[in-house]
């Protein structure tokens, strides 16, 4: 399908940010990261060092201490628009059809009339490949495709940034692969900002402009990584190029002295 919407991506800047939690637990030390409108951001590191609460205060979910998260030169908040968030389940509403799952945050955003959002539903359906299962609860489509229906939702309401949170994780490996392509290509149509966390490196040099390792709280950034594979990737031809396989030992390196270091 054809571009579906004028998306202006977003600019994303943190700026000497410190976080902890409230039980004392530093998570991040003077973290600053800026993201280029239209960039694709993977975000790589061990369980435990931060991931999810980098996106968690790049959604304004939680406050840093100190520094700024600012989208688009602007303080985040929770309820900007720009944001869009897809989780590493899919969270669907089990007694919602798939076509109402995509509807139901068009449905919240309240910036459409009914008839509209149906059609922005359908479409983003389409787009990710489920024309034909509008009417099915979720409890009958595979996890894939559960997921699918999950990435429409928060894709239908064309977030200039996208957070991504190892989405792809609980999907088995050819599933996963085929997601893989489907991000890029829906990424390449769209063209949001996007942030995707995984733990997997191939995933990560696969999808990337660029990669952050972050190191063991409070470590912060231990390493980034310009990827400069050709796009359009494909799993077939970019994963077996030297560029690739030489990029991902680099990076598996870095890791492994990353965990030695904490
Ligand atoms: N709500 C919370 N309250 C207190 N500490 C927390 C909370 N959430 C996470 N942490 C701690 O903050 C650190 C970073 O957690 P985070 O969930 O960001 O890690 P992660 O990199 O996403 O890990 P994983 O790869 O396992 O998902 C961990 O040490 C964790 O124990
Ligand atoms: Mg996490």
Redesign the pocket.
Known sequence: MEKKSAVRPAAVALDVVDFA???G?Q?FAGLSLTVAPGEFVAIL?P????????LNLLSGFEQPDRGSVRINDAAVRPDMPELGYVFQSPQLFPWLSALENVRFGLRMANRLPPAAQYARARDYLALVGLAGAEAKLPHQLSGGMQQRVSLARTLALEPALLLMD?PFAALDAITRNSMNEETLRLWSALGQTTLF?T?DIDEAVFLADRVVV?GI?PAGIARIAEIDLPRPRSMRTTRSLPRFIACRNALMEQINLAVQAA
């Open positions: 939690w409230p039980d637990q998570v590191g369980s435990g060092c931060g991931k999810t609460t980098l190892e966390i733990h972050l709280a």
